[in-house]
Every structure is written in C-alpha cells, then in structure tokens.
C-alpha cells in the first residue's frame, strides 16, 4: 500500500519528541486509503493507532506494536454561503491553525481566540480544543467520522458529540471507535471579536481602544501564547510539549466549597500569594477559580505551584516549562522520566490539596 513503512520512530510524530518505534505506520490522504488500511490491519489482525499532529499524544518508550494511521486528507471548503453565516468543510488532516488563519484572513469570527494551537482540524473535536474563551464546540455543527469496525461514514450533529470541558464522545463514550474525516464549522460573517477572556481583554484594551478585527485578535493571542511556550516552536525548548499536561479541575459547588472551607481553616498549610491568574471570581481569595456552565473551574496550575513545584523545576530527563506551570516538556530524557515526574506531581497535589489532578494527553 501507499505510504505503508515499517519500523517508523514515533518521537519524530510527536511535539514532545517522545516515544519508540510503531511496527507500521502509514499516512492516508484519502478516505479510500484511509479504509484501506483499516481492512488490511483487521485482516493482519493489527492494532491501529489513530494519529494526527500528534500535539496530545505520549507514545511510550517500547512504541506501538501494530499501525500507526496518520491522518493526511486535506482540503478547507466553502460548504454554504447564508446572509450572516458561512459554513466551512475542514478535512481531517488539515493543520488547525491553518483553518483559523483561513478564517480569519476571510472575516469568519468564532475561532480566532484559538490562534496558534498545534494538531489536526480533525483531532479539534476529540477534547474540544479551548483557550482564551473560546471552544471548538460553539462553532463544529457537525463531525463527520468513519467507524473503525464498519468503514461506514456517520455524521454527528453538535448535540450528539456530547461536548464538554476538553472532552466528547470520541474521547469518552466512543474512544477509539471512530475516525473524525471532517468538520463542518458554523462562523459568522463579517462578525467582530468576542471577548470573553480576561487576560486577553486587558491586554487588548491597553494596546488597541477601538476598531478591534480578528487580525489583531489572532496577532495577540499568538504573542501571549508565545511568552508562554504554548505555540510549538523549534527555537522553543519550553515548547517540546503537549502543551498542559493536566487539564484544570472542575467541582461541583458543594465540592469547591468544601475546598475553599478546608483551605481557609488552614487544614491545609497556608496559601503563598497566588499566581497572576485571579480573576473576577476570585479577586477576593488567594485561590484562581472561575465559575462556568460546567461547574466550578480550579487553576491546576495554581494547585501545582502551591504544592512545591517551581516553573523550570526538572529532574532526570523531564521537567515543568518555565513559561507555564501546566506544561511538562522533554528535556532529552524519555517517555518514563516525563511519566514519573506527572506522577510525582500528581501526588504532591493530592497530599497536599486532596484533589486529584488529570491527564491532558493520551498516552500510548
Ligand atoms: C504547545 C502546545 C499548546 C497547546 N495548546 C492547547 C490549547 O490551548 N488548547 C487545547 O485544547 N489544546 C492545546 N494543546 C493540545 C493539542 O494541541 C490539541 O489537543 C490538539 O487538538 C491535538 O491535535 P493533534 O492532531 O495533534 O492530536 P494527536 O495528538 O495526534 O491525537 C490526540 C488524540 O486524538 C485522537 N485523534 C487525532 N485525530 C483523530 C481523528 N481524526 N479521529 C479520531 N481520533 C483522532 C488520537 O488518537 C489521540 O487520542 C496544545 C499542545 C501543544 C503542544
């Protein structure tokens, strides 16, 4: 088949640069080639591995012992044309950030916030990519996938991706049962910025007063982003990634409140002053949390840093970035040095805080 190689080492895949080799690994850049490779791995009896930018994936240090499919088909289309919306077709393997600059050079606002994120436009829907205020789920009307055991296409509407914070169906539900092939956007035309971010508000009100378009919108997420580590750059070593490691909490009333109590009677050792992350919410208390639809959202970052661990802090081959608290980066070691540090972090922040913190990436 082609495109079919054996033997490929899976850290050249990945922006953490992680990970052995994969028995097979094979790009498809068609649908046809895509089910091709399913039916040959079902008829070899293969594992598969679905892989895209590979921005969210740890592929262990012994590798993958079966096909490694990455998705390649490419194409961003027009798909309608309305009075005050446009509905945009996005291929799988096309890069994300290359659809949000489509859009923004084309006037289509609702995903401008979202500038600069590494992966596939295929893989967006998977833990519904967010930042700065913005999420894949407020704009995918539909997601269009292939079953892995059927090779039949399914669409799924937007109410049946069963979207939450960093999660869908495809991860939860249906993990590993289908492969998304397309996505269908809903954007507004000639539509201004929406900001809902406080962080990026402000430094949008101390740059620019008026006339704001999702050029400079665009433009300054990528630089806040930047000083952050969080846009994949080889000049970048804080950005050899999976961008956060650990995805922020999200408590119930009752839950957070019982953590705030436990905090403020001092079960727990007292509170250095918190990160720069306060918000509305939180202005208040030493705590960043902010209210959501989904529930009561803690900064994980914070709970990193107020258990011991300093920006920049590494040991053996891995260590924290030391632009952001939330990223764990390689620094020359392996898949087992960067585990151990998640863990070791891990259970730092549940003796100290009792709150369990979870994984961001898949690890394979
Ligand atoms: C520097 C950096 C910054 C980041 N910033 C953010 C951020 O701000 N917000 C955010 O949400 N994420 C962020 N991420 C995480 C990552 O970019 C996203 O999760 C992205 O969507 C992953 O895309 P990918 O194509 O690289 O996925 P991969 O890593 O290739 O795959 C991730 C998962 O999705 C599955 N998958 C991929 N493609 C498909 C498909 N077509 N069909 C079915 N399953 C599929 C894989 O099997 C795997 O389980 C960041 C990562 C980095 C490195």
């Not at 898949?335 to 100290?352: M, N």
Request: aromatic share 10%; charged share 30%.
């Amino acid at each position: 088949m082609h495109n079919f190689k054996e033997n490929v080492i899976l850290a050249n895949y990945t922006t953490i640069k992680l990970g052995g080799t994969a028995k097979y690994f094979c790009e498809c850049k068609t649908e046809k080639e895509l089910v091709d490779c399913l039916k040959l791995a079902d008829e070899k009896q293969l594992k598969t591995h679905i892989l895209g930018g590979g921005s969210n994936t740890v592929f262990s240090d012994s590798g993958f012992d079966g096909l490694v499919i990455k998705t390649g088909m490419k194409g961003i289309e027009l798909h309608n044309d309305f009075k005050d919306n446009v509905i945009i077709k996005v291929s799988a393997g096309e890069e994300w950030d290359d659809f949000v600059k489509y859009c923004v050079e084309n006037k289509y606002s609702g995903v401008e916030c979202l500038s600069g994120i590494p992966g596939s436009a295929g893989a967006s829907p998977i833990q519904n990519i967010g930042a700065y205020g913005q999420e894949v789920k407020d704009t995918i009307i539909f997601v269009k996938a292939l079953d892995r055991k059927t090779c039949k296409s399914v669409m799924f509407a937007n109410e049946d991706c069963l979207f939450g914070y960093r999660t869908s169906r495809f991860k939860n539900i249906d993990k590993e049962k289908y492969i998304v092939t397309e996505v269908l956007f809903k954007l507004k035309k000639d539509g201004n910025p929406e900001i809902k971010y406080p962080e990026l508000e402000k430094k949008l009100n101390e740059k620019y007063k008026s006339d704001l378009s999702l050029s400079i919108v665009r433009n300054v997420v990528i630089e806040l982003r930047k000083k952050k580590a969080m846009v994949v750059d080889e000049s970048e070593p804080d950005s050899v990634s999976c961008g956060s490691f650990f995805v922020n909490l999200v408590l119930s009333e009752t839950e957070f409140q019982n953590f705030y109590e436990q905090i403020e009677n001092g079960k727990w050792p007292a509170v250095a002053g918190a990160n720069n992350a306060k918000t509305e919410n939180s202005e208040k208390h030493s705590i960043p949390f902010y209210k959501t639809s989904d529930g009561v959202k803690l900064s994980a970052a914070w709970l990193i840093e107020n258990a011991g661990f300093k920006k920049g802090y590494t040991k053996n081959g891995a260590g924290i970035s030391a632009k952001h608290s939330l990223a764990l980066v390689n620094r020359g070691g392996t898949t087992a040095d960067l585990l151990k540090l998640a863990k070791e972090i891990q259970e730092k922040v549940f003796e100290k805080f009792r709150v369990k913190l979870i994984r961001e990436p898949e690890v394979i």
